[in-house]
């Protein structure tokens, strides 16, 4: 894992929820930054690690993976993240709901789109929009 850092999104629910007004949506702005992403448990006003040299960390994890001591270990079974629902809709009205991982980016999520419903990615303009908030304009290979 330590060497696929760029997939590190770790973040506790159970002390955070993400449907909470003012906690919710700061979680969620930090979920939106580049990975890799730890949010401490007993703060979430900031990431762990972050503007590190994950780098540097990820060659000597690889360099230590063969050693005997490391080699025989088991890893444990990491639970990955809960598929979300999302819906699209257009503006005619016209909606579909699709459950994705959290980790689709915008890009393949706009070609199920042209999938299902024939319209082309570059003609395709999509945003998030949450209760009582600005819509927020989702573009390129970003995921969150």
């Known amino acids: 894992l330590l060497c696929q850092h760029q997939k590190i999104c770790v973040y506790w629910e159970t002390y955070y929820s993400l449907r909470h ?9 930090l979920l939106r930054r580049p990975c890799p992403i730890i949010l401490d448990p007993a703060d979430p006003t900031g990431i762990l690690g972050q503007d590190k040299d994950w780098c540097l960390l990820a060659r000597e994890a690889a360099r230590y993976c063969n050693l005997p001591c490391v080699r025989l270990a088991q890893p444990w079974r990491v639970q990955p993240a809960r598929h979300v629902t999302i819906e699209v809709k257009q503006m005619t009205g016209t909606s579909l709901s699709r459950t994705v991982s959290p980790s689709i980016s915008i890009q393949q999520l706009k070609e199920e789109i042209e999938k299902q419903w024939g319209i082309p990615t570059y003609r395709q303009r999509l945003t998030e929009q949450e209760q009582e908030k600005n819509i927020v304009i989702l573009e390129g290979d970003k995921t969150r």
């Open 21 to 29: 007004k003012q906690i919710g949506a700061h979680v969620k702005k």
